[in-house]
């Protein structure tokens, strides 16, 4: 007998699983807006896309999330950050909103998005190189603050 071997009750309560589907990825974060805050979604990403057998995404997931969280951390420091990923139509969505408030002078408007988006030209690199899409968009009413997104194809 095997000294190591589960006991026989604990090994019929603990089957192996096998990975989930992909389809149904979807995970939701709230994170502080602090730079730190882009290793936890960092790591909650790359935890998650192995479970659902998405791990060919791994490496450019991992980097866009560290990338958008950095970013629209310091952008609007010490306000929430909400992260959503989502698998759908053989795609992984990353979206990323921060709570900057809308400029009410268009050239500081401008002057803004201008600093956003080159801020982010590793993620733009990134996605360019997926074949994806990317980009920056005020968040509708009612809700304020920016929307920044990420779609990666399969």
Same mark, same amino acid.
């Given at each position: 007998? @095997? $000294?190591?071997?589960?006991?026989?009750?604990?090994?019929?309560? +603990?089957?192996?699983?096998?990975?989930?589907?992909?389809?149904?990825?979807?995970?939701?974060?709230?994170?502080? !807006?602090?730079?730190?805050?882009? %290793? =936890?979604? *960092?790591?909650? =990403?790359? #935890?998650?896309?192995? #479970?659902?057998?998405?791990?060919?995404?791994?490496?450019? =997931?991992?980097?866009? %999330?560290?990338?958008?969280?950095? %970013? @629209?951390?310091?952008?609007?420091? #010490?306000?929430?950050?909400?992260?959503?990923?989502?698998?759908?139509?053989?795609?992984?969505?990353? =979206?990323?909103?921060?709570?900057?408030?809308?400029?009410?002078? $268009?050239?500081?408007?401008?002057? +803004?998005?201008?600093? &956003? *988006?080159?801020?982010?030209?590793?993620?733009?690199?990134?996605?360019?190189?997926?074949?994806?899409?990317? !980009?920056?968009?005020?968040? $509708?009413?009612?809700? &304020?603050?920016?929307?920044?997104?990420?779609?990666?194809? *399969?």
């Amino acid at each position: 007998m @095997n $000294p190591y071997a589960p006991p026989p009750q604990r090994a019929a309560l +603990c089957p192996a699983r096998a990975p989930l589907p992909a389809s149904g990825l979807i995970l939701s974060l709230t994170l502080p !807006g602090d730079p730190r805050s882009a %290793v =936890v979604g *960092r790591r909650a =990403v790359a #935890a998650s896309l192995p #479970a659902y057998g998405l791990h060919s995404y791994a490496w450019p =997931v991992a980097l866009a %999330v560290t990338e958008l969280i950095a %970013v @629209n951390a310091a952008l609007t420091p #010490a306000r929430d950050l909400y992260l959503s990923l989502r698998h759908r139509d053989d795609a992984l969505r990353l =979206v990323l909103w921060d709570q900057h408030p809308r400029h009410a002078d $268009p050239d500081t408007l401008v002057l +803004c998005e201008v600093r &956003r *988006r080159r801020a982010l030209w590793l993620l733009a690199a990134v996605v360019d190189d997926w074949g994806g899409e990317w !980009g920056v968009a005020e968040g $509708p009413p009612p809700q &304020r603050g920016t929307k920044s997104w990420a779609l990666f194809p *399969r």
